[in-house]
């Protein structure tokens, strides 16, 4: 199995509980593979909300330019996920988000590791900015 680690320089940012819910299952018996972005989305985008970086279209804020994700075991309903948010490689315009997802019920355990590269842009001129000083003192 392909397998992406995360790398040794990163920080942890900000964790967050989920609750695999039923309608997340697929005909497998299992989540859907779709949804573990869906979770990397709601943890990225929780702690966003909680550092003020809320992107708005007529300003400035983060994008995603790609993202990742490594399936090393099945999440199952019931229960509960653990996802944890890393950041690294702090560049001028960008950084690197990694996440990690594990039950609750299973303390350690990785299940599902994954992450995307966020770039600073400009909405309204659709091009990338340096980041601002107080997200460099976040990441860095």
Not at 64 to 69: E, G
Not at 109 to 124: Q, R
């Amino acid at each position: 199995m392909l397998r992406f680690h995360l790398p040794e320089q990163k920080k942890l940012v900000h964790e967050m509980v989920i609750p695999i819910r039923w309608g997340d299952m697929d005909a497998m018996g299992h989540v859907n593979n779709t949804l573990y972005f869906r979770y990397f989305e709601t943890v990225r985008i929780d702690w966003f909300q909680k550092i003020g970086a809320v992107p708005g279209p007529q300003g400035i804020g983060p994008v995603i330019v790609n993202a990742f994700c490594s399936f090393i075991r099945q999440l199952e309903y019931p229960g509960e996920v653990l996802a944890k948010h890393y950041v690294a490689n702090l560049g001028r315009t960008s950084f690197d988000t990694f996440m990690t997802l594990e039950r609750t019920d299973q303390p350690g355990v990785i299940y599902t590791e994954g992450g995307a590269k966020t770039v600073w842009v400009d909405f309204p001129k659709q091009k990338s900015v340096p980041l601002p000083d107080w997200i460099r003192e976040i990441v860095g």
